[in-house]
Nanobody, 121 residues
Framework: QVQLVESGGGLVQAGESLTLSCAAS?????MGWFRQAPGKEREFVAL????????SYADSVKGRFTISRANAKNTVYLQMNSLKPEDTAVYYC?????????????????WGQGTQVTVSS
């Protein structure tokens, strides 16, 4: 079972940037970032395939967020630019063991504990 640890969250003002990191204890095939705001369901943000060839983004973050991975470090990153108050949520890293890549949280096999991102207006 892969264990995931997120870091990099914090409080920023609208328009600023943050980079989230997710360190995996073992090999994971596909990695994704999700977020969950209070009173809302966990939603897909971005994913990257095992070799980085495939990336996918939610429409709400396309053009502002970039997902990447460094397999030598077993780490996945989420660069978040031009942050908006509506990006405020707990951000979770997920790992999926099988092909193909998926965007639904139910298709992920392991989760981190989450990191809070708060964007003030």
């Amino acid at each position: 079972q892969v264990q995931l640890v997120e870091s990099g969250g914090g409080l920023v003002q609208a328009g600023e940037s943050l980079t989230l990191s997710c360190a995996a204890s073992g090999m994971a095939l596909h990695m994704g970032w999700f977020r969950q705001a209070p009173g809302k369901e966990r939603e897909f943000v971005a994913l990257v395939s095992w070799n980085g060839d495939i990336t996918s983004y939610a429409d709400s973050v396309k053009g502002r967020f970039t997902i990447s991975r460094a397999n030598a470090k077993n780490t996945v990153y989420l660069q978040m630019n031009s942050l908006k108050p509506e990006d405020t949520a707990v951000y979770y890293c997920g790992a999926r063991k099988y092909w193909p890549t998926r965007q639904a949280p139910v298709d992920y096999d392991a989760w981190g504990q989450g990191t809070q991102v708060t964007v003030s207006s």
